[in-house]
């Protein structure tokens, strides 16, 4: 434990809080004097003191002492500056580490498949992302008419770890992480706010990147490509969303309003409304395609009271339990036919720290650090697992 450590993790922590140094001091029960020379690492806090700052930053005390590894091999990217940048870097990379000494304590070192995937791509001279996300199916070992019904579970089950994060800022949607950091992984923000659709996009988005763009994986560069996030899109909807069985799916509904159509396509894909809306104004030429817009957003307001839908709104969204935290907390959103929590859930994570408690390699306490959660709940969590 080093000064210089406590010091940066302070003021990391508390600026992702968003608290000055006078509250913090104050909540702590310190003198602003004194917890400055604390953030600035002058002095070295005794342990009473470190607890009561972990306990006004709602923290565990380990995160207040542990030095933070660095990660490189990454790609983590946003149109506006994020604040929190550094605590999520930090947060991943707690995770990471957490999740590699439990793989390693099992003897459970996952090996990922997309190194086939990388080698066919690199000596292809194709840029066809229609292909590519087809490709990618088949090698998950999806069917060309099969929709991805649990995202999470299934890039678990190709080796990439899976994270949910909550970051109160929609500029920022995931990021992932190169296997040279410990991954293959996806880091995806489960934010209250976000709808689920939402967090299954990102999901299929970060897969585009790392089989898209590997190479320009670099935790200094914080700058959109816009050419490269526009190739993650359009691999993300091919791959949730194949053309034929879109096309099949879109054409069955002909009949119906745009408002019904969209909302029911949507619900076989398991995407937002302005996914489903983008990929049918591709049909059409370019200038016609804000007519379908403002037609769905008048239809739209006549079905919600003169309530325009806005971007992050999926009324009546899918369960959250696919997707989820087991104990996060979300008021749902208002997508059209919406998801809903376990419409995005990791399993792998979970499944190594039940066998590690069972079989006595970690303890309840530490299980609770890995999982996020307090001792009460890993406790509440370790008495359901009867079967």
């Known amino acids: 434990m080093t000064n210089q450590t406590i010091s940066a993790n302070l003021l990391r922590i508390r600026k992702d809080k968003g608290m000055t140094q006078e509250i913090l001091a104050e909540n702590a029960g310190l003198s602003r004097g004194a917890y400055r020379s604390l953030e600035k690492g002058r002095s070295l806090p005794r342990g009473d003191t470190l607890k009561s700052l972990a306990l006004a930053l709602e923290v565990p005390l380990k995160d207040l002492l542990s030095p933070v590894r660095t990660l490189n091999r990454v790609r983590f990217r946003s149109l506006k500056r994020l604040k929190s940048r550094d605590q999520v870097l930090?947060?991943?990379?707690?995770?990471?580490?957490?999740?590699?000494?439990?793989?390693?304590?099992?003897?459970?070192?996952?090996?990922?498949?997309?190194?086939?995937?990388?080698?066919?791509?690199?000596?292809?001279?194709?840029?066809?992302?229609?292909?590519?996300?087809?490709k990618v199916r088949e090698h998950f070992g999806l069917s060309?008419?099969?929709?991805?019904?649990?995202?999470s579970g299934l890039l678990e089950s190709v080796g990439i770890k899976v994270y949910s994060?909550?970051?109160?800022?929609?500029?920022?949607?995931?990021?992932?992480?190169?296997?040279?950091?410990?991954?293959?992984?996806?880091?995806?923000?489960?934010?209250?706010?976000?709808?689920?659709?939402?967090?299954?996009?990102?999901?299929?988005?970060?897969?585009?990147h790392l089989l898209l763009h590997i190479g320009s994986y670099d935790v200094t560069e914080d700058k959109e490509d816009k050419n490269q996030e526009s190739e993650a899109d359009m691999f993300a909807s091919y791959?949730?969303?194949?053309?034929?069985?879109?096309?099949?799916?879109?054409n069955d509904t002909a009949g119906l309003p745009l408002y019904d159509r969209v909302l029911k396509v949507k619900r076989v894909f398991r995407v937002s409304w302005r996914t489903i809306l983008f990929r049918v104004s591709q049909l059409i030429p370019e200038h016609q395609?804000?007519?379908?817009?403002?037609?769905?957003?008048?239809?739209?307001?006549?079905?919600?009271?003169?309530?325009?839908?806005?971007?992050?709104?999926?009324?009546?969204?899918?369960?959250?339990?696919?997707?989820?935290?087991?104990?996060s907390s979300r008021s749902l959103g208002?997508?059209?036919?919406?998801?809903?929590?376990h419409d995005f859930q990791e399993d792998r994570l979970y499944r190594l720290v039940r066998r590690a408690v069972e079989g006595e390699v970690i303890s309840l306490s530490r299980a609770s650090e890995v999982l996020r959660i307090s001792l009460s709940n890993m406790r509440e969590l370790s008495a359901s697992w009867i079967l």
């Open 144 to 151: 060309e008419r099969e929709p991805v019904h649990d995202i």
């Open 165 to 208: 994060l909550q970051v109160a800022n929609d500029a920022f949607m995931g990021l992932s992480v190169s296997e040279e950091d410990g991954g293959p992984a996806v880091i995806i923000n489960t934010w209250e706010r976000l709808p689920v659709e939402t967090w299954i996009f990102s999901a299929a988005h970060e897969l585009g």
């Open 239 to 250: 791959f949730l969303m194949p053309e034929d069985v879109f096309l099949k799916e879109w």
């Open 90 to 134: 930090a947060e991943v990379t707690r995770w990471l580490c957490d999740f590699s000494d439990l793989e390693g304590l099992l003897g459970e070192k996952g090996e990922h498949d997309l190194k086939p995937l990388w080698k066919a791509f690199q000596s292809s001279n194709s840029r066809n992302i229609e292909a590519i996300a087809g």
């Open 289 to 327: 395609r804000r007519f379908v817009w403002q037609r769905f957003n008048q239809e739209s307001k006549v079905r919600r009271n003169g309530r325009a839908l806005l971007k992050h709104d999926e009324p009546d969204g899918i369960e959250k339990e696919v997707y989820n935290d087991i104990y």
């Open 334 to 341: 208002a997508e059209p036919e919406g998801l809903g929590p």
